[in-house]
């Protein structure tokens, strides 16, 4: 397995691959775009694109993470609701007005039902 | 502008070096291309993107390599990656035709241009690794010892896919084309 033989042979072959591409060069036209592309396109541009690319990248992922903090995390005024109420025990002996606040999220759209049982007399301590 | 400054300008991301770089390399790298993907319109956008990218990772280039090397490792890279998108396109008429034409065709040892053509069209039905190995070795004319640094395998390996890239040479041409008896 031992490749590269005599050097008339290794001769030979470079000259026909020379023969068969020897004469080929790059076109004026490509050779004036790529002289185009280089000049527009230099080493810093590409920085700054990619620089800018990072910055739109990073403003869309904070824009989501708030979108996602202030949806979830506090609720709305809207659904906080303030409840006025009178409870007393099972006696209804002592009776205690208080106001309780009901919450309900916007996510699973649940409200909290309180039911007071109302007395005609009661007694406030 | 020698090598040292070229490189100098290089590592200083200066945009006009790479001008000159094109005048320099430009037609041998494009020969290279040409070779390694057979097609003058695809082996131009090789040495376009091969320039691009060279300005892009101007700044990474450690001096290690002659500039021509470094460049070369690019061409060789993005053709690899040309080569994996084109990998599942199939020309299913492509090699029985070439090796028909290489059994039938009687040529004569003075028509170079033709011995020439059918070497290139037998070169491209090497698979990528064989054919970057002989390319580099009887083109670029480098030593085994070069190509096994540029491509980062053993220097046994490399004298391996010669071995191979020759040997599969061999089937596609016509026997007046003696160049590979072993």
Partial sequence: MNAPKDEPLKEDF???LDTHVGNLCLSEKMRSKIIQDLKSQNFYSYKLVSQVWWAIACLVCFAFIIHKTSTVGDVPESFVKIKSVTYSDQNRTNWVKSTILVKSTKNNNSYIKITAIKSRNPKIS | MNEETLRLALKQGDKDVFVHLLDLYGDRLFRSA????GEKNVA?????ETFLQALRSAKKFRGQSAIYTWLHGILLNLNRKRNRNIFRLVFPGRLPEIQDRSLKEKILPD????IAELINSSIQLLPLKHREVLIMFYFENLSIEKISQQIGVG????KSRLYYARAKLEKFLPPELNLFSF
């Avoid at chain 2, 040409?34 to 993907?37: R, Y």
């Avoid at chain 2, 131009?44 to 376009?48: G, K, R, S, W």
């Avoid at chain 2, 220097?155 to 490399?158: I, Y």
């Fill in chain 1, 14 to 16: 470079s000259k026909i």
């Fill in chain 2, 34 to 37: 040409f070779l390694l993907c």
């Fill in chain 2, 44 to 48: 131009e956008d090789l040495v376009q």
């Fill in chain 2, 111 to 114: 028509d170079s241009k033709k």
């Fill in chain 2, 155 to 158: 220097e046994g390996t490399v």
